[in-house]
T-cell receptor
């Protein structure tokens, strides 16, 4: 029972390329989130989703696109990667009740 | 502007001693706070939380204290163990299901 998985775990790409980071959960939690972790900034929310086909912007959404056609998947796309998007990206889920968020293992993305 | 602040980027303590990690917040409307622990190459994991109706919550070696008037919370780990070495993030839950994180404190527990 994997819970929440992210792929790839590591990715190197070049400026201007499109990159998609995948997030998959087996719990059927309603809420899903994308964060980026950067030194000096902690974890910042990029986008979140309250249910399939419902998404909303977080604190730092520029340059990113999300979709959620199925409850279990929440891909994050960088349409034209920039060096400033070099970061560690975490996906998280939440059941919506009196519970906490559960995080995936992260994807380390390097944009050259 | 950071709404949740962890002003100490790092902390080093001896095994068996107390570790105290601090967190400040700016919005008095925040009413629920959490601490997450993160090991290298892993995602953050939930550690302990506290509601604003309490001023203390304890779970084994971990205790969180909340001072609402000072908009300050702290995480105490007693006794500290080498396996506690990790980055600790403080977070506030201002609205249903969304979290605002601090910048993190790297705790190193020396054997």
């Amino acid at each position: 029972d994997a819970g929440i998985t992210q792929s790839p775990r590591y990715k190197i790409t070049e400026t201007g390329r499109q990159v998609t980071l995948m997030c998959h959960q087996t719990w059927s939690h309603s809420y899903m989130f994308w964060y980026r972790q950067d030194l000096g900034h902690g974890l910042r929310l990029i986008y979140y989703s309250a249910a399939a086909d419902i998404t909303d912007k977080g604190e730092v959404p520029d340059g990113y696109v999300v979709s959620r056609s199925k409850t279990e998947n929440f891909p994050l796309t960088l349409e034209s990667a920039t060096r400033s998007q070099t970061s560690v990206y975490f996906c998280a889920t939440h059941s919506g009740g009196a519970d906490t968020q559960y995080f995936g293992p992260g994807t380390r993305l390097t944009v050259l | 502007d950071q709404q949740v602040k962890q002003n100490s980027p790092s902390l080093s303590v001896q095994e068996g001693r107390i570790s105290i990690l601090n967190c400040d917040y700016t919005n008095s409307m925040f009413d629920y706070f959490l601490w997450y622990k993160k090991y290298p190459a892993e995602g953050p994991t939930f550690l302990i939380s506290i509601s604003s109706i309490k001023d203390k919550n304890e779970d084994g070696r971990f205790t969180v204290f909340l001072n609402k008037s000072a908009k300050h919370l702290s995480l105490h780990i007693v006794p500290s163990q080498p396996g506690d070495s990790a980055v600790y993030f403080c977070a506030a839950n201002p609205t249903s299901n969304k979290l605002i994180f601090g910048t993190g404190t790297l705790l190193a527990v020396q054997p």
